[in-house]
């Protein structure tokens, strides 16, 4: 849990962050994404217990130490990364006057409040090492954001909307287009999204990134065969619904990887330690191979999610 605070304080605080509509407007040719709806989460019923949760974890801690209420004005979070440009992070919301005086604050700390212009709007230059730091009550806190070592532009000119970006080029197709960047979804690797009419959650990757990231932990024969992964959790009646899909470099591969899954999920299953309720989540799960996809999709009670996530 400890990772989670810090990086919601490192997107609510460290960098000013900025927004889009939903994971759709994410470009293809990303690398990885993330977005979080709590507006959805707050108000979809299958969503409230999971959002506590996060309220309890990081959202109160964020408020205490840094002075932002998430609660009551962050809408939406959207993260990604374009090969070359560096990461966006996106937060949509309704900001105070205070939180907004708090980002110039850390603007003129940590960088120039000179601004810059593109599109008739302002930006800012930030930091050149990566490093940003905010004081709270018990003093200085610094954060170390490694894919910012380069330092980061920052604008909080679009209604609405605060903007960090690692390329200062991203700032400017932003502002140009207020603070959207269109979707381009065409070819062999664009990176896969999935939808629902009300999700909380969004998530993919292309798995290329991590493959060919040195990192051995994530060297298993399933990324060695992927492609792309990308992962959903939505509100349907009182339920969440999840599903995750994968890519495979080959259409045997979904196939022998789907009939693994379904044979773990049976084993698992009927496992005399398990508690009757996650059984029976697990039974009603359907792993489906078409073509090159891999899919697996479930419906569980939110309360079990919470449980499961805090034991």
């Given at each position: ?10 997107v ?5 962050a900025a927004?889009?509509a939903?994971?759709s407007d994410v470009?293809g040719?990303?690398?990885?994404y993330?977005h ?5 989460m707050?108000s979809?019923?299958a ?5 506590e ?5 990081a959202?109160?801690e964020?408020?205490n ?5 998430v609660?009551?004005?962050v ?7 374009v090969?070359?440009q560096g990461p966006?992070i996106v937060?949509?919301g309704?900001?105070s ?5 708090k ?8 960088g120039?409040?000179?601004p ?5 709007r302002?930006y800012?230059?930030i930091?050149?090492?990566g490093?940003?730091?905010?004081k ?9 954001i490694?894919?910012l ?7 909080m000119?679009?209604?609405n ?7 200062e080029e991203q ?9 959207r960047?269109?979707?381009?979804a065409s070819g ?17 990757m292309n798995?290329g990134l991590?493959k060919?990231?040195?990192n051995?932990d ?5 990324l060695r065969?992927?492609?792309q992964?990308?992962?959903?959790v939505a ?9 995750a899909?994968?890519?495979t470099?080959e259409?045997e591969?979904a196939?022998s990887?789907?009939?693994v ?9 009927f ?20 073509g090159?996809?891999?899919?697996l999709?479930?419906?569980?009670d939110?309360?079990?999610v919470?449980r499961?996530i805090?034991?």
């Amino acid at each position: 849990m400890r990772l989670l605070k810090v990086l919601c304080i490192t997107v609510l605080m460290a960098i000013p962050a900025a927004t889009l509509a939903d994971a759709s407007d994410v470009p293809g040719s990303a690398e990885w994404y993330l977005h979080i709806d709590l507006d959805k989460m707050k108000s979809e019923e299958a969503g409230k217990a999971v959002y506590e949760w996060f309220r309890a974890e990081a959202l109160d801690e964020i408020r205490n130490d840094a002075g932002v209420d998430v609660d009551k004005e962050v809408s939406s979070i959207t993260a990604f990364s374009v090969t070359g440009q560096g990461p966006v992070i996106v937060i949509d919301g309704r900001f105070s006057q205070e939180t907004h005086d708090k980002l110039m604050a850390l603007i003129a700390a940590e960088g120039d409040i000179s601004p810059l212009t593109a599109a008739g709007r302002k930006y800012y230059r930030i930091g050149d090492d990566g490093d940003v730091s905010y004081k709270n009550k018990d003093g200085n806190v610094d954060l170390r954001i490694d894919s910012l070592k380069d330092g980061a532009w920052i604008s909080m000119d679009v209604r609405n909307k605060i903007l960090i970006t690692g390329a200062e080029e991203q700032m400017q197709k932003l502002l140009a287009n207020k603070g959207r960047i269109p979707r381009v979804a065409s070819g062999r690797d664009t990176l896969l999204v999935l939808t629902a009419e009300k999700t909380l959650l969004q998530a993919g990757m292309n798995s290329g990134l991590v493959k060919n990231g040195g990192n051995t932990d994530w060297d298993s024969n399933i990324l060695r065969n992927t492609r792309q992964i990308a992962f959903l959790v939505a509100a349907a009646a009182n339920k969440l619904a999840i599903e995750a899909r994968l890519i495979t470099t080959e259409p045997e591969m979904a196939e022998s990887l789907a009939s693994v899954a379904r044979g773990l999920i049976s084993l698992a299953s009927f496992d005399d330690s398990m508690d009757a309720e996650t059984a029976a989540v697990l039974q009603g799960t359907k792993v489906e191979a078409k073509g090159n996809s891999l899919s697996l999709s479930l419906a569980v009670d939110p309360n079990l999610v919470v449980r499961t996530i805090t034991n």
